[in-house]
């Protein structure tokens, strides 16, 4: 079974850092480039960053370039998210979710997602 | 960057309706669509890729038609278990980037 579990949320001032983490089993995660998505409060989905199975291709979105970097550690089958320089508007759930890129799949498995609450 | 409008933002219905919510690309994006369904607290799910291929284990009841710039998700008799917030995607197998609709709430009439 695929399974995805995010962990590392909580609460950060605003300009500090946090690092998420998603540990993948059930699948060959070094076949499958990932992505990490998130929701703010009573608000929509919003795609952040993707990172290829080999960690060779890296893409963010505009709103955290420069602030988030993606990375993957594919020997202990796990994904990552570095947050720094954290805003308020950076308040969401973060899912991780797995997609095989190259077969024009979209995004099939998603984790339960972790909070991060950026507040003073 | 290419902008996806999903329309209504929210739609009242009763169980047995038949549902209609429909995705608008700024731009073309051939094919290149996916539908989720998200419940309160919980993960989004996989509906539909590709536009009309539907994922496996959904319910035939649920169907995605259109190409280009607009799209439809299309729920034949609803269910109890359907009433969710419903997401469009764009994606596609050149560009790793995705953006999503603003999503539709379906809720009880």
């Known amino acids: 079974e695929v399974q995805l579990v995010e962990s590392g949320g909580g609460l950060v001032q605003p300009g500090g850092s946090l690092r998420l983490s998603c540990a993948a089993s059930g699948f060959t995660f070094s076949s499958y480039s990932m992505n990490w998505v998130r929701q703010a409060p009573g608000k929509g989905l919003e795609w952040v960053s993707y990172i290829s199975s080999s960690s060779s291709t890296i893409y963010y979105a505009d709103s955290v370039k420069g602030r988030f970097t993606i990375s993957r550690d594919n020997a202990k089958n796990s994904l990552y998210l570095q947050m720094n320089s954290l805003r308020a508007e950076d308040t969401a759930v973060y899912y991780c979710a797995r997609r095989d890129f190259w077969s024009g799949y979209p995004f099939d498995y998603w984790g339960q997602g972790t909070l991060v609450t950026v507040s003073s | 960057d290419i902008q996806m409008t999903q329309s209504p933002s929210t739609l009242s219905a009763s169980v047995g309706d038949r549902v209609t919510i429909t995705c608008r690309a700024s731009q073309s994006i051939s094919s290149w669509l996916a539908w989720y369904q998200q419940k309160p607290g919980k993960a989004p799910k996989l509906l539909i890729y590709?536009?009309?291929s539907l994922e496996s284990g959904v319910p035939s009841r649920f169907s995605g038609s259109g190409s280009g710039t607009e799209f439809t998700l299309t729920i034949s008799s609803l269910q109890p278990d359907d009433f969710a917030t419903y997401y469009c995607?764009?994606?596609?197998?050149?560009?790793?980037?995705?953006?999503f609709g603003q999503g539709t709430k379906v809720e009880i009439k």
């Open positions: 590709k536009a009309s």
């Open positions: 995607q764009q994606y596609n197998s050149y560009s790793p980037t995705s953006t």
